[in-house]
Antibody, heavy 123, light 107 residues
Framework: QVQLQESGPGLVKPSQTLSLTCTVSGASISSAGYYWSWIRQHPGKGLEWIGYIYYSGSPFYNPSLKSRVTISVDTSKNQFSLRLTSVTAADTAVYYC???????????????WGQGALVTVSS | DIQMTQSPPSLSASVGDRVTITCRASQNIGDYVNWYQKKPGKAPKVLIYGAASLQSGVPSRFSGSGSGTDFTLTISSLQPEDFATYYCQQSYNTPRMFGQGTKVEIK
């Protein structure tokens, strides 16, 4: 059974870079048919899709964050990562990594999630 | 971007009630809709994918329907463990967009 686990600093200063890593166990990040995603939830708010990446392809980002976000994958470590630059208090959120499963005619859904990592932006 | 509009934002219901949540897409997305359950402090969990397919292990009291722009999540008989927030999500294109959520509370 696949498991995902986020790791990284829980506190980031304004204007600095938020960095999180998601370690995947129980499945290969190089498996066909899966994209690796980042989603966040601001306190008391809904879910916001940040972006995703295929192990051998280019990432796709939410246009609202595209100028500040980078998602990358390290197949040797079975990990993928999120970098968000120039953070402000508005980036304070719980950040989830998740696996998006693709099936019939490019349909897909998020079938496995990490437990989430709270990142607070504050000086 | 495809906007997903959920209603109602919240509802109060009793154990055993039938609950219906709706989601409207801003354009035709076929059946590229998924439904997730979110409890405080827990990761979201997929309930329904492809508008109507029940994820393995999810109780059969959950069902989904719809296509095009209008979608529905139904809980046929609400159980205590179903009090949570529910989100629809489109997987038709990127950026993936979620509805604003529907919080199901105890009456």
């Amino acid at each position: 059974q696949v498991q995902l686990q986020e790791s990284g600093p829980g506190l980031v200063k304004p204007s600095q870079t938020l960095s999180l890593t998601c370690t995947v166990s129980g499945a290969s990040i190089s498996s066909a048919g899966y994209y690796w995603s980042w989603i966040r939830q601001h306190p008391g708010k809904g879910l916001e899709w940040i972006g995703y990446i295929y192990y051998s392809g280019s990432p796709f980002y939410n246009p609202s964050l595209k100028s500040r976000v980078t998602i990358s994958v390290d197949t040797s470590k079975n990990q993928f990562s999120l970098r968000l630059t120039s953070v402000t208090a508005a980036d304070t959120a719980v950040y989830y990594c998740a696996r998006e499963r693709f099936y019939d005619q490019n349909r897909s859904y998020l079938d496995s999630w990490g437990q989430g990592a709270l990142v607070t932006v504050s000086s | 971007d495809i906007q997903m509009t959920q209603s109602p934002p919240s509802l109060s219901a009793s154990v055993g009630d039938r609950v219906t949540i709706t989601c409207r897409a801003s354009q035709n997305i076929g059946d590229y809709v998924n439904w997730y359950q979110k409890k405080p402090g827990k990761a979201p969990k997929v309930l329904i994918y492809g508008a109507a397919s029940l994820q393995s292990g999810v109780p059969s009291r959950f069902s989904g329907s719809g296509s095009g722009t209008d979608f529905t999540l139904t809980i046929s008989s609400l159980q205590p463990e179903d009090f949570a927030t529910y989100y629809c999500q489109q997987s038709y294109n990127t950026p993936r967009m979620f509805g604003q959520g529907t919080k199901v509370e105890i009456k």
